[in-house]
């Protein structure tokens, strides 16, 4: 799973992890991350076949895989956005 390090969950890490266990090729998704202050914007990237399985029905995965995100983040006290992207 995503590294802890201090009780401390790494954002980048938890987003790749759930989103390379929802598509068929794993190797291809990528994260980048991009702090500002305290908030962070997470941009995800996916195969195109993948892409509908990052997104799901009516966005409920991607709506998901954003309150995880942002649920995590709180607890540091910071702010978190995730940005699915071709």
Known sequence: MATV????VELKELVSY???NLVDEPD???VREM???DS???EVSVAPDDMGKVIGRHG????AIR???KAAA?????????EIVE
């Open 60 to 63: 409920r995965v991607a709506r």
């Open 74 to 82: 709180a607890r540091q006290g910071r702010r978190a956005m995730v």
């Open 28 to 30: 291809t998704v990528r």
């Open 67 to 69: 309150t995880v995100t």
């Open 18 to 20: 759930l989103a390379a």
């Open 40 to 42: 962070v914007i997470l």
């Open 35 to 37: 702090q500002n202050g």
């Open 5 to 8: 390090r201090r009780n401390r």
